[in-house]
Each structure stands twice: as structure tokens, then as C-alpha cells.
């Protein structure tokens, strides 16, 4: 399990904080993950990598709360796209 500090800073003055900062664990290296698809997606660098991160740790969140009622109906869609991304890498 990889374990990572999350860190996100607002750029614009009247964001309603400033920073917040949280950790997160998940089964892959998030890091790795983001070099493997860089430049396999019709994204620029910024956008793969909000992408990669924030497609990590909404699956991961998944994964971690199965039973939870607020994610059952995403789960086979989810699951589907995955497999979907996958083969597209």
C-alpha cells in the first residue's frame, strides 16, 4: 500500500480556503501510474495529471468503502471504464 500527503493550493483570491492538505493511501503507485499515461491521452500535462491523481483516489475511495450505498451504483460503471483505460494504455 502507497501512502501519500495530498496537497491543494488555491491559485485565485476568493477561493473560500487557501490550502487544505489530507493523506491517502492507495494499492498503486500514484506516481507511476501518472508517468505511464503521460502523453497517452489527448491531455496536456496539467490535465493527465488531475486526471491520473483524481481518478486514483475516487477508485480507491471505491474500492475502501464497497458497501457504502453511495457507490454501488457507480461501481460496475466504474469497473467498466477502468478495463476501458486499461486497454487504451
Known sequence: MYRYRITVE???ENA???QMSFEAANHD?????VQRIDG???L???ATRAFAVGLKLFGETILQNRDNLLFQQ???AF???M???KQQL
Open 83 to 85: 478495463r476501458s483505460l
Open 10 to 12: 488555491a491559485l485565485t
Open 40 to 42: 497517452k491521452l489527448a
Open 79 to 81: 469497473g467498466d471504464f
Open 44 to 46: 496536456d500535462e496539467d
Open 29 to 33: 503507485d500514484i506516481m507511476a501510474v
Open 16 to 18: 473560500a480556503m487557501h
Open 74 to 76: 457507480i461501481r460496475p
